[in-house]
């Protein structure tokens, strides 16, 4: 793999005249990235998954990176990732689906935390309407997603455990988002504890809420 990253890096001095500051950008970020899939015993890009670059991203959103930070990384992947597929290293792109951290908006910034965090404690959670409305709320404040596409969600778009969940937005574009401890939190204690009456009553069938 390190290998693939100098041919990577002399193709972007060489083919692209790429600054010197930028290549070493480019390096450091790629560097990291292969730094944080080799401990898994991970040795060849064609083994490298969706889900190991979305936890790549997450890992770097706990450490309290910025997403402007997140997203050069990412770009940095993908970026490695088109060139590995033009000179054929590899035939899939797989990161081709993924947003950039830029894109991880939570609610409209004209609120304020504080505004934020009382809409965030309104739902009641003695009831199965506040644990739905409390899963949808830390869903919409975790990852920007519209309420159509929420309401749109199916339960195979869940993906938990890797910290992500598969969005279809316009044209059926499908997008990969990461979810954090907290939405993840209230969706579990809403498919626990709601879904299942729900589906029982007729109220929902395969979507999530």
């Not at 455990?161 to 279809?168: E, N």
Request: hydrophobic share 40%; charged share 30%.
């Amino acid at each position: 793999m390190q290998e693939l990253i100098d041919e990577f890096i002399n193709y972007l001095s060489v083919e692209r005249g790429l600054a010197k500051n930028t290549l070493y950008a480019y390096r450091k970020d790629l560097q990291k990235f292969i730094n944080y899939i080799k401990p898994k015993g991970i040795t060849s890009m064609k083994r490298i998954t969706r889900d190991h670059i979305v936890n790549f991203s997450m890992r770097l959103k706990d450490k309290g990176l910025s997403t402007n930070t997140i997203s050069r990384n990412l770009a940095a992947i993908k970026s490695f990732y088109r060139f590995l597929v033009l000179e054929r290293y590899i035939d899939d792109n797989i990161t081709s689906v993924l947003d950039s951290p830029k894109l991880w908006k939570r609610l409209p910034e004209v609120l304020s935390l504080d505004e934020v965090e009382r809409i965030l404690k309104k739902p009641n959670l003695k009831n199965w309407l506040g644990i739905r409305d409390k899963a949808a709320l830390e869903l919409m404040y975790a990852t920007g997603m519209r309420v159509s596409e929420i309401v749109n969600l199916k339960m195979e778009d869940l993906h938990l455990d890797a910290g992500f969940i598969k969005c279809r937005g316009k044209g059926e574009k499908e997008r990969i988002i990461p979810v954090g401890k907290e939405a993840t939190k209230a969706i579990s204690r809403y498919l626990e504890k709601v879904r299942p009456e729900l589906l029982k009553k007729g109220k929902i069938s395969g979507n999530l809420l």
